[in-house]
């Protein structure tokens, strides 16, 4: 099954072929849908089977591997070569071949995107049902798979490259996939062209990790930053640039910006990449270049305190949001914090781990949204939902499952994560940190809470018409909810901390995990060394502080449930009189803190100004000289007309009038008197003579 | 009394200088023939005056033909006048001027 390994991205690459050349012309949507399913859930089985096959039979496949395949069995890695793609070698050579590695890292991933994302597409095919672009969704998301796992499976930068770039270009694509409403293809530019920031600073990280160590595959990469530690200056610039692209992919601050304008996609869209997968990306790729990130501490520092920052401040925003996606939008930036909160303080499992169940959960609460908003036949704002959770029972339940699990109360899938994140970034010596997450911890469960209770709970705010409609959707979307939501519950026990466990060891997913994160904690180990011969010691805590921990995180999470219950449910009045007192700071959270408008200001402003001024240069100045060397050009030869006229005709004119003028002298000569005649002989013959005489 | 030939040869000379200028200057055709008759007397006057002085017989003959030649010819330009006049009712020689170019 490992030698099947390419076939993980190829075979929604060639759904999402099918489905775009002849897709139209099936009959009916059936067919699409299933060609789509089809190709993720075949992608699902083979991951499932490569996975299988690398924990358990790896020596036994490494006999019988085929030649383009490379098995480092206790480093748990299989690497399989398709092609050479840029083959310049030599003198300062540049090689790059089209090749998937399978290490733990990579097996969490593509079992993540394909399975979550076939319970979506299944999902889908009841959500997108009578959408006129039903097979060119089907395309773009199959499509958006194969490159999001092109980008997983990669063993180098420039295929993980292509897979960002492609993941980025099928967000666009799906984000406007309603292009009709000018809001949803904005909000499609504004996700690329954010991303296109990031990418940059990705690009520049690229170009010089290359001019410093000549490669670019991962594995060779972190050999040669192992290699040579002491000399890791430069590396802290190029931790900065990879981790600028990382805020992009991954809508931390500063370029979150167009994460909650993306919910103008489709939900399906939204659970999937922008929840689920693509978003990870970032994360993912700060995981996979864990030994560069080890290497720069002060780069992993920044990674961690900007990840806090975005957890809390996007928790505040969506505290007041009224739209239900939004309050998931920002819940989803918040939670990337946290994941980015765990990679930076050297937990780099503990992030991927978070990423894992919130895949299950928020893709959850995608899909449970957007059956809300199927059944409110469009509504999204939740003042005009609520009581919904007698009309919708399976969405209801499962949504309040998502919801517990993302709170963070024990047994569900979201304690374990957030809680290991939580307390590595307390173990690692970062406690300031850790307080900014645990008060973003207590926000997330008072705005989840706070989101539950206006859809669900109380009378129901909309209008008849709409309350007529609501009905529980179908199979093909009630199934799905129903899979992730037992996912959202147990999905977390594959990771049990040793203190939860008292004393056992059984966090199956950090051991898994390991191989992978072992050079990052080396060299964070010979950098701690390093840090303790200066005299900062790393304290070591007990089991009971552990404990205490436990507690304090599962209280944060009541403390939010209950004041959202205190102010939706029994006192509901409440909301409004604290807005009302709260005015101005109210006003600045509901409106994200007006950081689009400052960014227009700063950015968007002076480049449309700018462009415009081009266009006026182009307009006047170069259409000026192009239809003045052609003015000159019309005006020259009028005059050469003119010359031809005057000048020409005029001296063959004036030659005529000249001859006219000598005749009309000469002719006086004739009179036709013969006296004059005879004047003239006499003169003449006179002359004659006086010439003879004198000359004689 | 012999007249020095000097003296006969001036008078031949102003005579022919009076009918040239007679010729240029006079409006009326036949004042212009009587003219061209001054010029040729005059010739013929000169003729007669070296044959008195030389005594050459020739100068005797010469002028009788110049004479009957002097006859038609006036007859013949007589003739031409009269055409002439019976078409422009005028003997002006000014008036003769249909070869005007």
Redesign the interface.
């Given at each position: 099954m490992l030698s099947l390994l390419f076939l993980i991205p190829l075979l929604p690459l060639a759904g999402a072929a099918l489905n775009g050349l002849v897709g139209h012309r099936f009959r009916g949507e059936r067919p699409v849908a299933v060609v789509a399913c089809a190709a993720v859930l075949a992608a699902f089985v083979l991951s499932l089977g490569a996975v299988v096959q690398l924990a358990t039979g790896l020596e036994g496949y490494a006999q019988g591997a085929p030649p383009n395949v490379r098995v480092e069995a206790e480093a748990r890695r299989v690497e399989m070569t398709l092609a050479s793609w840029i083959p310049a070698g030599g003198e300062g050579s540049f090689v790059v071949d089209w090749a998937f590695t399978l290490d733990p890292l990579s097996a969490v991933m593509i079992l993540v995107v394909t399975g979550v994302g076939f319970l979506i597409h299944v999902y889908a095919t009841a959500y997108m049902h009578g959408d006129p672009g039903y097979a060119r969704f089907f395309t773009y998301l199959n499509l958006f798979t194969a490159m999001m796992l092109t980008l997983v499976l990669g063993s180098s930068f420039p295929v993980l490259f292509v897979g960002w770039e492609g993941v980025g270009l099928c967000s666009y694509l799906l984000i406007g996939f309603w292009y009709q409403d000018l809001k949803n293809a904005s909000a499609g530019m504004k996700a690329f062209l954010v991303n296109r920031i990031g990418d940059f600073g990705f690009a520049l990280g690229m170009l010089l990790i290359f001019a410093r160590y000549g490669t670019l595959n991962f594995q060779r990469l972190a050999e040669a930053i192992e290699g040579d530690l002491a000399g890791a200056a430069g590396l802290t610039a190029i931790g900065l640039l990879l981790f600028v692209g990382a805020t992009g992919k991954s809508a931390q601050i500063p370029l979150y910006v167009w994460l909650p304008d993306a919910m103008a996609g489709p939900t399906p869209v939204s659970a999937l990449i922008h929840a689920a997968t693509m978003v990870t990306a970032g994360i993912y790729m700060v995981a996979r270049t864990s030994p560069l990130f080890a290497a720069a501490p002060v780069a992993l520092f920044t990674v961690a305190v900007v990840g806090a920052a975005t957890a809390f401040f996007a928790a505040t925003i969506g505290l007041a949001q009224n739209d239900i996606k939004k309050v998931l939008a920002y819940s989803t930036v918040s939670q990337l914090g946290y994941m980015f909160l765990g990679c930076g303080v050297g937990a780099f499992a503990a992030g991927i781990f978070h990423l894992t169940t919130h895949a299950f959960f928020k893709a959850l609460l995608f899909l449970g949204s957007g059956s809300v908003i199927h059944a409110m036949s469009g509504e999204q704002d939740m003042r005009k939902m609520g009581g919904l959770g007698a009309k919708l029972p399976v969405t209801y339940r499962t949504f309040l499952i998502g919801t517990i699990s993302i709170a963070g109360f024990i047994p569900f899938a979201g304690f374990f994560s957030k809680d290991e994140i939580l307390w590595k970034a307390f173990e690692h010596g970062h406690p300031a940190l850790w307080a900014v997450g645990s008060a973003a911890a207590l926000l997330t469960s008072f705005y989840m809470f706070r989101l539950v209770y206006l859809t669900f709970f109380g009378s129901c705010r909309a209008d008849h018409e709409t309350q007529h409609h609501i009905h529980e959707s179908p199979r093909a979307m009630t199934v799905p909810l129903m899979v992730l939501a037992v996912l959202s519950v147990v999905g977390g026990w594959v990771g049990i901390n040793q203190a939860v466990a008292f004393g056992a060891d059984v966090n199956f997913f950090e051991h898994w995990l390991e191989p992978v994160f072992a050079p990052a904690a080396r060299i964070a180990a010979w950098h701690a060394e390093h840090a303790a011969a200066a005299g900062h010691l790393e304290p070591h805590y007990g089991l009971g502080v552990e404990w205490l921990f436990i507690a304090i995180a599962l209280a944060v999470a009541t403390a939010g449930w209950v004041a959202a219950h205190r102010l939706y449910v029994t006192r509901p009045e409440l909301p409004a009189r604290i807005a009302a007192r709260l005015g101005a700071a109210y006003r600045l959270v509901l409106e994200k803190y007006y950081i689009d408008e400052v960014y227009r200001f700063l950015f968007v402003d002076g480049l449309l100004g700018f462009s415009r001024g081009l266009a006026w240069i182009d307009a006047r100045v170069v259409d000026g000289v192009v239809n003045g060397a052609a003015s000159l050009t019309v005006a020259s030869g009028r005059a050469s007309s003119e010359a031809d006229r005057l000048g020409v005709d005029g001296t063959v004119n004036a030659v005529g009038h000249l001859v006219y003028g000598g005749s009309s002298v000469y002719r006086r000569l004739q009179t036709g008197r013969i006296q004059n005649y005879a004047l003239g002989m006499m003169l003449g013959a006179f002359a004659l003579i006086s010439l003879y005489l004198i000359l004689g | 009394m012999v007249v020095p030939i000097g003296h006969i040869l001036t008078v031949s000379l102003l005579m022919f200088g009076i009918g040239?200028v007679g010729?240029?200057?006079?409006r009326n055709a036949i004042l212009?023939l009587m003219s061209v008759e001054l010029m040729l007397n005059a010739a013929n006057l000169n003729f007669v005056a070296f044959a008195r002085a030389y005594g050459s017989p020739v100068g005797h003959v010469f002028p009788v033909f110049v004479i009957t030649v002097a006859a038609g010819e006036v007859a013949v330009g007589l003739a031409i006048l009269i055409a002439f006049f019976r078409n422009k009712q005028s003997v002006n020689?000014?008036d003769?001027?249909?070869?005007?170019?």
């Amino acid at each position: 099954m490992l030698s099947l390994l390419f076939l993980i991205p190829l075979l929604p690459l060639a759904g999402a072929a099918l489905n775009g050349l002849v897709g139209h012309r099936f009959r009916g949507e059936r067919p699409v849908a299933v060609v789509a399913c089809a190709a993720v859930l075949a992608a699902f089985v083979l991951s499932l089977g490569a996975v299988v096959q690398l924990a358990t039979g790896l020596e036994g496949y490494a006999q019988g591997a085929p030649p383009n395949v490379r098995v480092e069995a206790e480093a748990r890695r299989v690497e399989m070569t398709l092609a050479s793609w840029i083959p310049a070698g030599g003198e300062g050579s540049f090689v790059v071949d089209w090749a998937f590695t399978l290490d733990p890292l990579s097996a969490v991933m593509i079992l993540v995107v394909t399975g979550v994302g076939f319970l979506i597409h299944v999902y889908a095919t009841a959500y997108m049902h009578g959408d006129p672009g039903y097979a060119r969704f089907f395309t773009y998301l199959n499509l958006f798979t194969a490159m999001m796992l092109t980008l997983v499976l990669g063993s180098s930068f420039p295929v993980l490259f292509v897979g960002w770039e492609g993941v980025g270009l099928c967000s666009y694509l799906l984000i406007g996939f309603w292009y009709q409403d000018l809001k949803n293809a904005s909000a499609g530019m504004k996700a690329f062209l954010v991303n296109r920031i990031g990418d940059f600073g990705f690009a520049l990280g690229m170009l010089l990790i290359f001019a410093r160590y000549g490669t670019l595959n991962f594995q060779r990469l972190a050999e040669a930053i192992e290699g040579d530690l002491a000399g890791a200056a430069g590396l802290t610039a190029i931790g900065l640039l990879l981790f600028v692209g990382a805020t992009g992919k991954s809508a931390q601050i500063p370029l979150y910006v167009w994460l909650p304008d993306a919910m103008a996609g489709p939900t399906p869209v939204s659970a999937l990449i922008h929840a689920a997968t693509m978003v990870t990306a970032g994360i993912y790729m700060v995981a996979r270049t864990s030994p560069l990130f080890a290497a720069a501490p002060v780069a992993l520092f920044t990674v961690a305190v900007v990840g806090a920052a975005t957890a809390f401040f996007a928790a505040t925003i969506g505290l007041a949001q009224n739209d239900i996606k939004k309050v998931l939008a920002y819940s989803t930036v918040s939670q990337l914090g946290y994941m980015f909160l765990g990679c930076g303080v050297g937990a780099f499992a503990a992030g991927i781990f978070h990423l894992t169940t919130h895949a299950f959960f928020k893709a959850l609460l995608f899909l449970g949204s957007g059956s809300v908003i199927h059944a409110m036949s469009g509504e999204q704002d939740m003042r005009k939902m609520g009581g919904l959770g007698a009309k919708l029972p399976v969405t209801y339940r499962t949504f309040l499952i998502g919801t517990i699990s993302i709170a963070g109360f024990i047994p569900f899938a979201g304690f374990f994560s957030k809680d290991e994140i939580l307390w590595k970034a307390f173990e690692h010596g970062h406690p300031a940190l850790w307080a900014v997450g645990s008060a973003a911890a207590l926000l997330t469960s008072f705005y989840m809470f706070r989101l539950v209770y206006l859809t669900f709970f109380g009378s129901c705010r909309a209008d008849h018409e709409t309350q007529h409609h609501i009905h529980e959707s179908p199979r093909a979307m009630t199934v799905p909810l129903m899979v992730l939501a037992v996912l959202s519950v147990v999905g977390g026990w594959v990771g049990i901390n040793q203190a939860v466990a008292f004393g056992a060891d059984v966090n199956f997913f950090e051991h898994w995990l390991e191989p992978v994160f072992a050079p990052a904690a080396r060299i964070a180990a010979w950098h701690a060394e390093h840090a303790a011969a200066a005299g900062h010691l790393e304290p070591h805590y007990g089991l009971g502080v552990e404990w205490l921990f436990i507690a304090i995180a599962l209280a944060v999470a009541t403390a939010g449930w209950v004041a959202a219950h205190r102010l939706y449910v029994t006192r509901p009045e409440l909301p409004a009189r604290i807005a009302a007192r709260l005015g101005a700071a109210y006003r600045l959270v509901l409106e994200k803190y007006y950081i689009d408008e400052v960014y227009r200001f700063l950015f968007v402003d002076g480049l449309l100004g700018f462009s415009r001024g081009l266009a006026w240069i182009d307009a006047r100045v170069v259409d000026g000289v192009v239809n003045g060397a052609a003015s000159l050009t019309v005006a020259s030869g009028r005059a050469s007309s003119e010359a031809d006229r005057l000048g020409v005709d005029g001296t063959v004119n004036a030659v005529g009038h000249l001859v006219y003028g000598g005749s009309s002298v000469y002719r006086r000569l004739q009179t036709g008197r013969i006296q004059n005649y005879a004047l003239g002989m006499m003169l003449g013959a006179f002359a004659l003579i006086s010439l003879y005489l004198i000359l004689g | 009394m012999v007249v020095p030939i000097g003296h006969i040869l001036t008078v031949s000379l102003l005579m022919f200088g009076i009918g040239v200028v007679g010729v240029m200057v006079r409006r009326n055709a036949i004042l212009v023939l009587m003219s061209v008759e001054l010029m040729l007397n005059a010739a013929n006057l000169n003729f007669v005056a070296f044959a008195r002085a030389y005594g050459s017989p020739v100068g005797h003959v010469f002028p009788v033909f110049v004479i009957t030649v002097a006859a038609g010819e006036v007859a013949v330009g007589l003739a031409i006048l009269i055409a002439f006049f019976r078409n422009k009712q005028s003997v002006n020689l000014n008036d003769v001027d249909l070869m005007k170019g």
